[in-house]
């Protein structure tokens, strides 16, 4: 038991997938796991743990934002030895021709976030494990699912002062935004295991174009396919 999770040893998997949402959390358990049952929820942040394919696999809620994604990421590492951290996400689009519902798995993740400074004297750039990347790429190609890869933005506000900020990340090839993902790479490096952001795109900053908030807990099927299935070797 740690102060966030209230699990009992042995009942959280190697690999936990980390929507930020706990309903889309509650939604992946009972519609790709077999068996699941819920082992949190405390301050309503659920998690459970099932079988796929007839092994462990767990999912925790992670709340918004890089200090609350942190604060899971962490006691899940520290506390439960789960090896494997795989964010299935919504994201804001920057470029035209990354449409709504597409799905983008992070190589990298720049961020507007203070959040390494203290830890390292100088840049650190948070990327994806490799292994878990490939294997991403790889299931998704053979499932003929639709995929972009890239460098994303995990932004400290949702609500930019300057709305039109976004247009600087976009010159730079940076693909879309949300605000978790440069944390959870950070703590998977800094502890040693394996992390990998996998994200549907449910706005575009560009057309204003956004899906209801039905679709964004339950509509994103392809992308959790491809989070359970990235880490087989």
């Known amino acids: 038991m740690s102060l966030h999770i209230e699990a009992k040893s042995g009942e959280i998997a190697e690999t936990v997938l980390l929507p930020g949402d706990p309903l889309r959390a509650k939604w992946i358990a009972e519609t790709f796991l077999q068996d699941a049952h819920c082992y949190n929820e405390v301050r309503g942040m659920l998690g459970y743990t099932g079988l796929y394919n007839g092994t462990p696999v767990s999912v925790q809620g992670s709340g918004m934002g890089i200090p609350s994604a942190m604060i899971y990421a962490s006691e899940l590492i520290r506390d439960y030895n789960v090896k494997n951290l795989i964010r299935v996400g919504t994201a804001g689009s920057f470029q035209q021709d990354i449409k709504l519902r597409d799905i983008v798995i992070a190589m990298s993740a720049s961020t507007t976030s203070a959040i390494n400074q203290h830890r390292l004297p100088g840049s650190f750039a948070p990327t994806a494990n490799s292994t878990l990347f490939l294997n991403a790429v790889d299931y998704a190609r053979v499932n003929n699912i ?3 890869t890239g460098n994303i933005l995990s932004a400290d506000e949702f609500y930019d002062f300057e709305p039109e900020n976004f247009k600087k990340w976009a010159r730079f090839g940076v693909l879309c935004t949300e605000m978790e993902t440069a944390g959870l790479y950070t703590l ?5 295991v394996k992390a990998l952001a996998i994200v549907s795109i449910s706005d575009h900053l560009l057309t204003k174009e956004k899906i209801s908030n039905e679709v964004r807990e339950q509509g994103f099927v392809e992308m959790v396919q491809i989070a ?3 880490t087989n070797s």
């Open 146 to 148: 639709p995929f972009k």
């Open 228 to 230: 359970l299935n990235c």
């Open 188 to 192: 998977a490096a800094q502890y040693g």
